[in-house]
């Protein structure tokens, strides 16, 4: 399970919670503007944007957990198992299979609106990447410096949804999801107002904090979506870079997973992996795991983590 975030101070940040049981020894890694980058349809672009971010790296070949490009665009997959549905080869679309759809798009879309242009043209395929590694069943949360969308594949085709909560999340599908706030909506970072015995309106609360009475606190993909879409509206931070990434940090570290809470089979737990923030507006990685604090951010211009 994971949550992935666009968040906004004077800049756009971008990224997400890695939650799984196991890592794959991920790292950063950036394609820089002149690697050529070969696709599986056949396509091999020469000459493209630069993208940045987390991935598995087999056989000199990245792949992208999320990741962001050069000129401010995002994009993270997240797990949807038993929704997701990738199709065989179309002969009428332009065909990218599911574990190159973030390099696909990142390499060539400024915006979400060329984003969106691009996999209207598409079919996201089940071509596995190899036998040890088969499709992975995704939707993802694609960013910008103004607006998210979400995408997700499903037997009925590509859907994409505009996001304005910023939040993406796992199962239920996102509708699902966003028709859930509903119950919510009540919610407030401020005390509430005394409806049940209004003549005693004056009378002191016990605690502070009780308009979030209600705010689900469990582990499960929809209560994650709905705390993390409750502090991104109601955070307050100042704009600076330092303290925009801590806020950043703090949001997602309200549905991070602490390991042994989730136990996936005996002995085994699911847990926060690692934490991503993108700074969008000037192209800066950084990166939080479980067992380290905030690394010192990586930019484009940081060749150690090239591709070659």
């Given amino acids: 399970m994971c949550t992935a975030l666009s968040f906004k101070t004077k800049d756009t940040y971008f990224g997400r919670n890695l939650d799984y049981d196991f890592s794959y020894g991920e790292k950063i890694v950036i394609v820089p503007r002149t690697y050529p980058f070969p696709f599986r349809n056949g396509k091999r672009l020469e000459n493209h944007l630069a993208i940045m971010g987390v991935a598995h790296v087999d056989r000199n070949y990245p792949l992208y957990y999320d990741a962001i490009n050069d000129a401010g665009l995002g994009m993270a997959g997240l797990n949807f198992v038993g929704n997701a549905f990738y199709h065989k080869k179309s002969k009428t679309k332009t065909n990218v299979a599911s574990f190159e759809l973030i390099p696909y798009i990142l390499l060539q879309a400024k915006s979400v609106k060329e984003a969106t242009s691009l996999l209207e043209k598409i079919e996201v395929t089940d071509e596995a990447y190899s036998e040890l590694f088969p499709p992975s069943a995704l939707h993802w949360l694609i960013s910008d410096l103004e607006e998210s969308i979400v995408l997700e ?24 999801q966003i028709n859930s706030l509903n119950l919510y909506y009540g919610l407030s970072s401020k005390d509430p107002e005394n409806t049940l015995a ?27 979506f709905v705390r993390a879409v409750f502090a991104r509206f109601h955070s307050v931070s100042p704009t600076d870079e330092s303290r925009s990434i801590h806020q950043y940090f703090h949001i997602m570290g309200m549905v991070e997973q602490v390991r042994g809470l989730c136990e996936v089979k005996e002995g085994e737990y699911e847990y926060t992996i690692y934490t991503s923030c993108y700074n969008l507006s000037k192209g800066l990685c950084y990166l939080k795991t479980y067992y380290g604090g905030i690394e010192k951010p990586i930019s484009f211009e940081n060749k150690e983590y090239w591709l070659k």
């Fill in 153 to 176: 594949v499903q037997k009925d085709g590509i859907h994409i949804y505009p996001n304005p909560y910023g939040v993406l999340t796992n199962n239920p599908p996102f509708l699902e």
């Fill in 198 to 224: 209004p003549t005693l309106s004056k009378k002191k609360f016990y605690s502070r904090g009780l308009g979030t009475i209600g705010l689900p606190g469990d582990l499960t993909s929809s209560s994650r």
